[in-house]
């Protein structure tokens, strides 16, 4: 008996190059840390799915479908998938450099962290919640991301933001370095040239603060203003001082809490303090903040210099 045995020349597959360089230093990338209804900006590589302008959401509740792109979450503690409301999704061409340069094509995807992601909580005696996002196209899925889910991830929103939380106004002036936006009442931002006066009762804006208690939905806007009630702040007079997280027992704002009319968005207005000593005028250039105003909550905390008006 003879075998036939048929040899066969199989097509030489394409060459491919590495993919692109997502993170660089010591230790690998860490998941994305968000807690629940938190406002985020998502960079995903295009692949050739970039999409030709901006599209954003005309109404609420915010949709979960924009240019073609959608996003789900899965965590353990939720069976099947949620689907994420978008805010706009949008062409980004990022390029460094001019000879040599490194340009990419990547979409932008503003979102809302759904209310129902679970935040792991250090002293709960319960499994950790392992949550991801999945970015697809068209109904075909990029690869899922991990979050590390907290209950709060407070962010000051700044003029640098790739994307304003709708409600707030971009400001004017965006020359030098980022802006955070804190308002008077009348809603101008405070800067060098407009500062705060001290016992003057001051708004920021921010996201990422966590679930207050209440009804809230994910992709709506909230009904009415909802307070947090565990919010604390810092105060520190000094020339362009970093924050630092709020000692325990710290000022309370005269209000905390989800904007209402907004998705995800929060205001703290506080009274801007008296300087127990001289403090030194902000300036064009070099002086850049003379007031530090750190707000914390459960596991996070963030802050923003801020320009007060010193007499001098």
């Not at 250090?122 to 590390?148: C, H, I, K, W």
């Not at 003029?159 to 971009?170: L, N």
């Not at 800067?191 to 966590?210: D, F, H, I």
């Not at 020339?239 to 000022?251: D, F, K, Q, T």
Request: net charge negative; glycine share 10%.
């Amino acid at each position: 008996m003879h075998w036939l045995v048929w040899i066969g020349v199989l097509p030489a597959l394409p060459a491919q190059g590495p993919g692109l360089v997502v993170s660089a230093g010591y230790s690998a990338p860490q998941p994305v840390r968000v807690s629940p209804g938190q406002v985020i900006t998502l960079f995903v590589h295009a692949n050739g799915t970039q999409p030709a302008e901006a599209e954003a959401a005309k109404d609420l509740p915010l949709p979960v479908t924009l240019n073609g792109y959608t996003v789900t979450m899965r965590q353990t503690f939720q069976t099947g998938s949620a689907a994420v409301p978008l805010f706009a999704v949008y062409p980004v061409e990022n390029c460094y450099g001019l000879a040599p340069s490194a340009c990419s094509e990547l979409v932008a995807i503003t979102l809302q962290v759904p209310w129902e992601l679970a935040p792991n909580v250090d002293s709960a005696r319960r499994p950790e919640n392992f949550a991801v996002l999945t970015v697809a196209y068209q109904g075909v899925d990029g690869e899922a991301f991990p979050l590390e889910a907290v209950t709060d991830s407070i962010h000051i929103v700044n003029s640098c933001d790739a994307t304003m939380p709708p409600g707030v106004q971009r400001p004017e002036d965006l020359t030098g370095p980022c802006k955070p936006v804190v308002t008077h009442a009348d809603g101008r931002l405070v800067t060098a040239g407009n500062p705060a006066k001290s016992g003057e009762a001051l708004t920021m804006y921010a996201v990422g603060l966590g679930r207050p208690e209440g009804n809230v939905k994910t992709g709506d806007a909230a009904a009415a203003a909802v307070a947090l009630p565990d919010v604390k702040l810092g105060f520190e007079y000094g020339v362009n001082r970093p924050a630092s997280e709020p000692a325990a027992g710290g000022a309370a704002p005269i209000f905390a809490g989800l904007v209402a009319g907004q998705v995800g968005l929060y205001q703290v207005t506080f009274t801007a303090p008296a300087a127990s000593g001289s403090v030194r005028g902000c300036t064009a250039s070099t002086i850049r903040s003379n007031l530090t105003v750190s707000i914390g909550r459960q596991s996070s905390f963030d802050g923003a210099g801020i320009c007060v008006d010193s007499g001098n």
